[in-house]
């Protein structure tokens, strides 16, 4: 005997095997309403072979007629890095796709998601296998590092940030800048996007990205919110003069980037005049901050208060 579910598809089916316009009409607006994954290609800038990008629409976009929507540009770690065509889905493992296509969070945002290009690094061997969405079930389980066991205490490293000369980390997010802002362009030209609330965040080698693209063109986003990365101390003015709002958010215990140099970032945009610097230490994590940062809300709350004036 057929279930409620199972004769609700098939009328569904036979309306539209029949010609029936108004179900037909109606599955396929259910389905323009359900939030979309899309690898979008590009010619990188610097004449190199096609690359593709991911661009997440949100539930709602294609129905929801005359809604402007924010954008989010995220910026990945160095382990996520690939070349943007079999390795894409590698970017999936952390950060708001992760939550909201992989775990089904309804994120209100367009969300464009590049992939760093591997540069002159090495390639791990041991890479775990990217996370796949479960329509079926239940969403697999985010991947954690385990907490760390060491006292909430400052450790001075009395070195200076092997950074600081550069202003942002080698072969990172800065190499590629061209290509984030056409990213930017194209979707709110396409989709569209809302062009006074585009945002940008990242996480560890992408939260030294998201400060450089802060301190480079701060007048391209509505606010921005580096994890675990620290910024460079010299290029605060930029920043200042934008009134950029920032969230800027490390662990206690980063064994990777110390806490005391995302503090001077912090401290340095202070002194350059910054009337509200938001930082936040998480003293019981170390290097994974971003976990427990894009599984919450209050990042993205915070992102949606932001606007362009």
């Known amino acids: 005997m057929d279930t409620r579910n199972q004769l609700s598809r098939r009328r569904i089916l036979t309306g539209a095997a029949l010609g029936g316009a108004a179900s037909l009409a109606k599955a396929q607006i259910d389905s323009r309403s359900q939030p979309q994954l899309l690898r979008k290609p590009f010619k990188p800038a610097d004449g190199t072979a096609e690359r593709n990008y991911f661009l997440y629409v949100p539930s709602g976009f294609y129905t929801e007629t005359g809604r402007e929507w924010p954008v989010i540009l995220f910026l990945h770690g160095n382990g996520q890095r690939g070349n943007a065509q079999s390795d894409l889905d590698n970017t999936l493992?952390?950060?708001?796709?992760?939550?909201?296509?992989?775990?089904?969070?309804?994120?209100?945002?367009?969300?464009?998601?590049?992939?760093?290009?591997?540069?002159?690094?090495?390639?791990?061997?041991?890479?775990?296998?990217?996370?796949?969405?479960?329509?079926?079930?239940?969403?697999?389980?985010?991947?954690?590092?385990?907490?760390?066991?060491?006292?909430?205490?400052?450790?001075?490293?009395?070195?200076?940030?092997?950074?600081?000369?550069?202003?942002?980390?080698?072969?990172?997010?800065?190499?590629?800048?061209?290509?984030?802002?056409?990213?930017?362009?194209?979707?709110?030209?396409?989709?569209?996007?809302?062009?006074?609330?585009?945002?940008?965040?990242?996480?560890?080698?992408?939260?030294?990205?998201?400060?450089?693209?802060?301190?480079?063109?701060?007048?391209?986003?509505?606010?921005?919110?580096?994890?675990?990365?620290?910024?460079?101390?010299?290029?605060?003015?930029?920043?200042?003069?934008?009134?950029?709002?920032?969230?800027?958010?490390?662990?206690?215990?980063?064994?990777?980037?110390?806490?005391?140099?995302?503090?001077?970032?912090?401290?340095?945009?202070?002194?350059?005049g910054h009337p509200e610097v938001r930082m936040t230490v998480h003293e019981d994590l170390n290097h994974d901050v971003w976990t427990r940062v894009y599984e919450g809300d209050d990042l993205y709350n915070w992102l949606l208060r932001q606007r362009r004036p």
């Open 93 to 272: 493992k952390h950060g708001p796709l992760q939550e909201a296509w992989i775990q089904g969070r309804n994120l209100p945002f367009l969300i464009i998601q590049p992939q760093l290009p591997w540069f002159n690094r090495r390639r791990p061997t041991n890479n775990a296998p990217a996370p796949q969405r479960n329509l079926e079930g239940p969403p697999p389980k985010r991947s954690r590092y385990e907490r760390s066991t060491d006292p909430m205490v400052r450790k001075e490293t009395g070195e200076p940030p092997r950074w600081a000369e550069r202003g942002t980390l080698d072969e990172g997010w800065d190499l590629i800048e061209k290509d984030l802002l056409t990213m930017i362009s194209d979707t709110l030209a396409d989709f569209p996007g809302d062009a006074n609330r585009v945002y940008c965040t990242g996480l560890s080698y992408g939260g030294f990205g998201t400060w450089y693209m802060a301190q480079t063109y701060p007048e391209r986003f509505a606010a921005v919110g580096p994890l675990c990365g620290a910024g460079d101390f010299k290029k605060m003015k930029p920043i200042v003069d934008a009134k950029l709002p920032i969230w800027i958010q490390t662990g206690g215990r980063d064994p990777v980037v110390p806490v005391e140099h995302v503090l001077a970032s912090a401290r340095a945009l202070e002194a350059a």
